[in-house]
């Protein structure tokens, strides 16, 4: 069975290091297909996405994980957002007369800029840490958002390949967990930087083409690691008629009348699944049709 559009954690049996791997196909590619995104975004996209992926398996209640990032460069916008379920979207926003180079770094796109992750549990409060861009890659500003944000040692290893014949993106992570089974600091540091060098070794093409127990045999195998069932990873968009007329009722009656005079509907199209929702006259008027029923 192909590891491709799967997400599976995995533990270090003798040490304080949790682990996840992931391998996006289908969901890339999905993303890929909905704008003719320059090489480095495509690539960048598919970093973005398999991060939040990676990142979506520390939500212990339902929402949704968004990573972005921001700033003065030809590539204004882009984030990832992924659901406690692993449903994956993803956008960039960019200048298309920007003459754009395969190879070019997230830093050389974004410009001066900040990366955020935003936590919006479905119940309870919003939470959102942010860093500066200050490394050329997406895992090296992550690893220095948990080092400053969190406090917790992560490292996070990201690739993706959008002009392979089957685009892919992959992405593993290990993350050191407070002192449990190994009491002495010392030891447990010593195991994390076992743990990281040995992992550091892994190559883009192995990330991208071997099955996720390949890969970690093929970089853990002295170790005793306990590899969990595989959780599916898929393309799905939070866009839907309800939520949109939710967000237009906001906006007030007058407010889309005056539109509606203007130009006969409201038209909205999401940009992430590009479903396009119209609503005319009737449909206003539906939503505002709120009067109690008389009670005899």
């Known amino acids: 069975m192909s590891h491709a559009d799967q997400l599976q954690r995995f533990i270090f049996e003798h040490s304080d290091i949790r682990g996840e791997i992931l391998t996006l196909e289908e969901s890339f590619q999905q993303v890929l297909s909905n704008a003719k995104y320059p090489a480095p975004i495509q690539a960048l996209l598919g970093q973005f996405m398999a991060a939040a992926g990676l990142l979506s398996a520390t939500l212990k209640f339902d929402g949704v994980l968004t990573l972005q990032a921001q700033g003065t460069g030809p590539l204004s916008t882009i984030m990832a957002d992924c659901t406690r379920h692993h449903h994956l979207r993803a956008i960039a926003h960019f200048d298309e007369d920007f003459n754009y180079a395969p190879g070019q770094h997230l830093q050389e796109l974004i410009g001066t800029g900040t990366l955020s992750l935003t936590i919006n549990p479905n119940r309870g409060e919003r939470y959102q840490g942010i860093v500066p861009l200050e490394s050329d890659t997406l895992a090296g500003c992550l690893e220095n958002y948990f080092a400053q944000s969190e406090q917790l040692a992560t490292r996070i290893w990201l690739s993706a390949a959008?002009?392979?014949?089957?685009?892919?993106?992959?992405?593993?992570?290990?993350?050191?967990?407070?002192?449990?089974?190994?009491?002495?600091?010392?030891?447990?540091?010593?195991?994390?930087?076992?743990?990281?060098?040995?992992?550091?070794?892994?190559?883009?093409?192995?990330?991208?083409?071997?099955?996720?127990?390949?890969?970690?045999?093929?970089?853990?195998?002295?170790?005793?690691l306990r590899i969990f069932e595989a959780n599916p990873v898929q393309f799905s968009c939070s866009c839907s008629e309800d939520r949109i007329s939710s967000a237009l009722v906001s906006l007030g009656q007058k407010e889309l009348q005056g539109i509606l005079d203007e130009q006969g509907s409201i038209d909205i199209h999401c940009e992430f699944c590009h479903q396009h929702y119209a609503f005319h006259q009737g449909d206003i008027d539906d939503l505002f049709d709120e009067s109690p029923p008389v009670l005899h």
């Open 162 to 224: 959008p002009e392979m014949d089957s685009p892919r993106a992959a992405g593993l992570l290990l993350q050191a967990l407070p002192n449990q089974k190994e009491a002495d600091p010392e030891a447990n540091q010593q195991l994390w930087e076992h743990a990281t060098q040995l992992a550091a070794t892994i190559t883009p093409e192995e990330q991208l083409l071997l099955e996720h127990e390949q890969q970690l045999y093929r970089l853990f195998h002295q170790d005793e």
